[in-house]
């Protein structure tokens, strides 16, 4: 079943523009981890905040976890052209041990416009 | 400087033939995955292999074999390919817990797009 679903599933911003994405999911929690897929290319992991945590910055990332309404947000600042690509929230399934899995929401289509 | 591989990138066949795709990893990693990506880019996992042994198996056909030679590789052997196989299809490695107990960060390969026509 899908844990993490995004929101919305494309956006389109002018370079220099803030950039932000949610993330819903539906069962408790340790972590939840942001990846990136440049278009032809495998995904790349961007930043991972865990339950105990509210925010937490990466560069030009900032990535909230909100656990009482279950969702993140992920906000890339001062937008550039090389931040195109699409963007996926993931969170564990099954809370530990060797079963746990990584369940992928359906990735946000993210335009940046030079 | 490769961390994970796979070969091929491309792979067109026939329905009904027999292919491999073949994953590798130099992270040391002890956790490896199978993932699909269909064509609306939904990324579902398909196979976890930790330390060579099988630990999970999502509802995938049983054309669909993993193998692992040894914890740096892991191979995929596709039987009686059908149409509906056509995707991209993702390895990817890890190790299997953080400190916490939680699923570590993982690492994708670049994918290898299968095409059956």
């Known amino acids: 079943s899908q844990q993490g679903e995004e929101d919305p599933q494309a956006l389109s911003i002018q370079e220099g523009e803030n950039a932000t994405m949610n993330c819903s999911y539906k069962t408790s929690i340790n972590n939840l981890q942001w990846y990136r897929q440049n278009s032809g290319r495998g995904l790349v992991h961007l930043i991972l905040i865990r339950s105990n945590e509210r925010e937490k910055h990466s560069g030009r990332l900032r990535v909230t976890l909100d656990t009482s309404k279950k969702s993140s947000s992920l906000l890339i600042t001062a937008s550039r052209a090389a931040d195109t690509a699409s963007y996926f929230c993931a969170t564990p399934l099954g809370y530990t041990g060797a079963n746990s899995k990584l369940t992928f929401g359906k990735g946000i289509t993210l335009s940046v416009r030079p | 400087d490769t961390a994970v591989s796979q070969t091929p990138k491309y792979l067109v066949t026939q329905m009904g033939n027999d292919k491999s795709i073949k994953c590798e990893q130099n992270l040391g990693h002890d956790t490896m995955y199978w993932y699909k990506q269909d064509s609306k880019k939904f990324l579902k996992i398909m196979f976890s292999?930790?330390?060579?042994?099988?630990?999970i198996n999502e509802t995938v056909p049983n054309r669909f074999s993993p193998k692992s030679p040894d914890k740096a590789h892991l191979n995929l052997h596709i039987n009686s390919l059908e149409l509906g196989d056509s995707a991209v299809y993702f390895c990817a490695s890890s190790h299997i817990l953080t400190s916490g107990g939680v699923p570590g960060t993982q690492y994708f390969g670049p994918g290898t797009r299968l095409t059956v026509l």
């Open positions: 292999y930790n330390n060579k042994e099988l630990i």
